[in-house]
């Protein structure tokens, strides 16, 4: 078990959970693309680089949402206007769910037991010893949250605010939702990180920002596995990153220690 320090508090980080707790490219975006050949009757099957352009523009966070879309686009290629393409949309998330959860939603089989940890709970006693409050703001679903969280690392009850808590980002009432479990009223000056892998986490930070001004709100960008492929790929994605308001970069989450932390909060 982890536990969490009350006070006094350095800081406040709050993580996103995919591409930063846990390397989704071989589950949730390998759903996106089967989903998307599965609506497109087998004609197109989006390229990660694909769902990376698609992400970059920083309002898809949502993979059923994005998948819908790609197959949307798909279709236009090919002349056809979104009122002409049959898309259900719940048929879309069903076969999303049993491709990314499996067939029986009370029993996970599928992608999400292959995913690998890019966080291990030694790292969040760090950040516990060293007056750093920590929590979670996904746009995974809670009951894929709690997977990775409490049965894959053994968090007990962990902050959380999940799909079902708040609306997507790059809207902030998640973000600060989650900041104001962490924290007590006499400390909301509290420096705040947020560390994600999207532009759209980025966003998300600064409308943060702007909604709560009165306190310093600092984003980290994590390259998730995937876009480390190549040093250039990398530096792209990092590029991205930074012009949607990335404070830093990181090639790992771990790498955010509260040394690191005390760094970003003094700059």
């Given at each position: 078990?982890?536990?969490?320090?009350?006070?006094?508090?350095?800081?406040?980080?709050?993580?996103?959970?995919?591409?930063?707790?846990?390397?989704?490219?071989?589950?949730?975006?390998?759903?996106?693309?089967?989903?998307?050949?599965?609506?497109?009757?087998?004609?197109?099957?989006?390229?990660?680089?694909?769902?990376?352009?698609?992400?970059?523009?920083?309002?898809?966070?949502?993979?059923?949402?994005?998948?819908?879309?790609?197959?949307y686009r798909y279709f236009e290629r090919q002349g056809q206007?979104?009122?002409?393409?049959?898309?259900?949309?719940?048929?879309?998330?069903?076969?999303?769910?049993?491709?990314?959860?499996?067939?029986?939603?009370?029993?996970?089989?599928?992608?999400?037991?292959?995913?690998?940890?890019?966080?291990?709970?030694?790292?969040?006693?760090?950040?516990?010893?060293?007056?750093?409050?920590?929590?979670?703001?996904?746009?995974?679903?809670?009951?894929?949250?709690?997977?990775?969280?409490?049965?894959?690392?053994?968090?007990?009850?962990?902050?959380?605010?999940?799909?079902?808590?708040?609306?997507?980002?790059?809207?902030?009432?998640?973000?600060?939702?989650?900041?104001?479990?962490?924290?007590?009223?006499?400390?909301?000056?509290?420096?705040?990180?947020?560390?994600?892998?999207?532009?759209?986490?980025?966003?998300?930070?600064?409308?943060?920002?702007?909604?709560?001004?009165?306190?310093?709100?600092?984003?980290?960008?994590?390259?998730?596995?995937?876009?480390?492929?190549?040093?250039?790929?990398?530096?792209?994605?990092?590029?991205?990153?930074?012009?949607?308001?990335?404070?830093?970069?990181?090639?790992?989450?771990?790498?955010?220690?509260?040394?690191?932390?005390?760094?970003?909060?003094?700059?």
């Amino acid at each position: 078990m982890v536990t969490q320090l009350a006070n006094p508090l350095l800081a406040i980080a709050v993580f996103d959970i995919d591409g930063v707790v846990r390397d989704v490219s071989g589950s949730y975006r390998r759903a996106i693309a089967d989903t998307v050949e599965q609506f497109t009757a087998g004609a197109y099957r989006p390229t990660p680089d694909d769902i990376d352009v698609l992400k970059s523009e920083g309002i898809w966070n949502n993979d059923w949402e994005g998948s819908q879309e790609l197959v949307y686009r798909y279709f236009e290629r090919q002349g056809q206007m979104r009122s002409q393409v049959s898309l259900d949309y719940d048929q879309l998330v069903a076969w999303f769910q049993s491709r990314y959860r499996g067939p029986d939603p009370d029993n996970f089989t599928g992608y999400i037991c292959q995913e690998p940890l890019l966080m291990q709970p030694p790292y969040l006693q760090s950040l516990t010893q060293g007056d750093v409050a920590w929590g979670f703001f996904s746009g995974a679903t809670r009951g894929s949250a709690n997977y990775v969280l409490e049965n894959r690392l053994g968090l007990q009850a962990p902050v959380l605010i999940a799909m079902e808590d708040a609306p997507g980002k790059p809207d902030p009432t998640g973000l600060l939702a989650t900041v104001q479990q962490l924290e007590t009223p006499s400390k909301s000056s509290t420096p705040v990180i947020y560390v994600g892998d999207t532009v759209a986490d980025m966003h998300t930070v600064q409308k943060a920002k702007a909604a709560v001004f009165s306190r310093a709100w600092m984003g980290v960008g994590i390259l998730p596995p995937h876009v480390q492929k190549t040093p250039e790929y990398a530096s792209n994605y990092a590029e991205k990153l930074k012009a949607a308001g990335a404070d830093i970069v990181l090639p790992n989450v771990e790498q955010l220690t509260v040394e690191a932390i005390q760094s970003l909060i003094r700059t």
